[in-house]
């Protein structure tokens, strides 16, 4: 009979080998390109993964017990960016290996999310980038690794396009046919705008854009506190 044979090993090898078997690969979207180079710059400078330091993110989303999202969905301008999508896309992801148990709670928290709200569109990439947005963004602008926040409120620039709209006092389709048509032609459909007045959801950057050009206006004024945005246009 044949002898079976066993590779020796120290526990703490064990451990590690059992623990390599276990990653669980994820990719990570992480907004914008100079978001990506200011993560791994703080994970390089602190000697530790950039899977650990969002791993930590994740972690105290996870026990905060607060699930809100208010990141919104990236839309990708070629046009505007200079790079075709695919491309804008690659320039801001990283591939990732995480200890399986935090991938797990994420999942978990967002089941029970969905379980409890069977109509939140809450998904990994939201959370990872809501979870980044609160414990690691404001970090990276403290040490001057990053100018200033990627993650906008785009519900905070869709009121102030409304407040801006009404002060003009000017009706849905009149803002349209004046600020958002090019040669006669128009950008968006009613509903359309419609929906990114009421919800900020959309791509409401590519409003904006048309909007700021022909008031020779810096975009993020529609991103200021509403406020501040008020006092602008009285």
């Given at each position: 009979?044949?002898?079976?044979?066993?590779?020796?090993?120290?526990?703490?090898?064990?451990?590690?080998?059992?623990?390599?078997?276990?990653?669980?690969?994820?990719?990570?979207?992480?907004?914008?390109?100079?978001?990506?180079?200011?993560?791994?710059?703080?994970?390089?400078?602190?000697?530790?993964?950039?899977?650990?330091?969002?791993?930590?993110?994740?972690?105290?989303?996870?026990?905060?017990k607060?699930?809100?999202?208010?990141?919104?969905?990236?839309?990708?301008?070629?046009?505007?960016?200079g790079?075709?999508?695919?491309?804008?896309?690659?320039?801001?992801?990283?591939?990732?290996?995480?200890?399986?148990?935090?991938?797990?709670?994420?999942?978990?928290?967002?089941?029970?999310?969905?379980d409890?709200?069977?109509?939140?569109?809450?998904?990994?990439?939201?959370f990872?980038?809501?979870?980044?947005?609160?414990?690691?963004?404001?970090?990276?602008?403290r040490?001057?690794?990053?100018?200033?926040?990627?993650?906008?409120?785009?519900?905070?620039?869709?009121k102030?396009?409304?407040?801006?709209?009404?002060?003009?006092?000017?009706?849905?389709?009149?803002?349209?046919?004046?600020?958002?048509?090019?040669?006669?032609?128009?950008?968006?459909?009613?509903?359309?705008?419609?929906?990114?007045?009421?919800?900020?959801?959309?791509?409401?950057?590519?409003?904006?854009?048309?909007?700021?050009?022909?008031?020779?206006?810096?975009?993020?004024?529609?991103?200021?506190?509403?406020?501040?945005?008020?006092?602008?246009?009285?």
């Open positions: 009979m044949a002898v079976k044979r066993y590779r020796v090993v120290t526990f703490s090898q064990y451990k590690d080998d059992k623990k390599n078997k276990e990653y669980v690969k994820v990719i990570i979207n992480a907004r914008t390109k100079e978001l990506k180079q200011a993560i791994v710059k703080y994970s390089e400078s602190i000697n530790t993964s950039v899977s650990v330091v969002i791993g930590e993110a994740l972690q105290k989303m996870v026990d905060s607060d699930y809100s999202i208010s990141v919104f969905r990236v839309y990708d301008e070629s046009s505007v960016s790079i075709d999508t695919r491309e804008n896309m690659i320039s801001r992801q990283i591939s990732l290996d995480f200890d399986p148990g935090i991938i797990n709670s994420v999942d978990k928290t967002i089941k029970r999310i969905k409890e709200l069977p109509k939140s569109k809450i998904t990994r990439l939201l990872i980038q809501e979870a980044i947005k609160r414990y690691l963004e404001p970090e990276l602008i040490l001057n690794l990053l100018e200033a926040s990627v993650f906008k409120d785009k519900l905070l620039a869709a102030n396009l409304t407040t801006f709209r009404k002060s003009m006092e000017m009706s849905r389709n009149k803002f349209i046919d004046t600020y958002l048509t090019i040669e006669g032609k128009s950008q968006i459909s009613y509903p359309q705008y419609t929906v990114i007045e009421n919800s900020g959801k959309g791509n409401i950057d590519r409003i904006l854009d048309l909007l700021t050009e022909k008031l020779n206006l810096e975009k993020d004024v529609f991103y200021e506190s509403e406020l501040s945005f008020k006092s602008r246009f009285r």
